[in-house]
């Protein structure tokens, strides 16, 4: 029982130490749309940044 209780330790901590987010650069906002035409099946992306030239960094 010990032994199952220090491996699920090890495997929770481990989870939530690589949730952790650690800033070097600043955050870049960056979201994209994407549709479909069900009838010509002609495609469309749009994509927004706060950035400017936000494609050299993501």
């Keep these: 029982m010990r032994i199952l209780a220090l491996i699920a330790f090890v495997c929770l901590s ?8 650690r800033v070097k650069e600043p955050l870049v906002h960056t979201y994209s749309i994407v549709a479909r035409d069900e009838e ?3 495609m469309a992306v749009g994509v927004q940044s706060h950035c400017f030239s ?4 993501v």
């Design 14 to 21: 481990h989870q939530s130490f690589t949730q952790v987010y």
């Design 54 to 57: 936000v494609g050299t960094s």
């Design 40 to 42: 010509t099946g002609e």
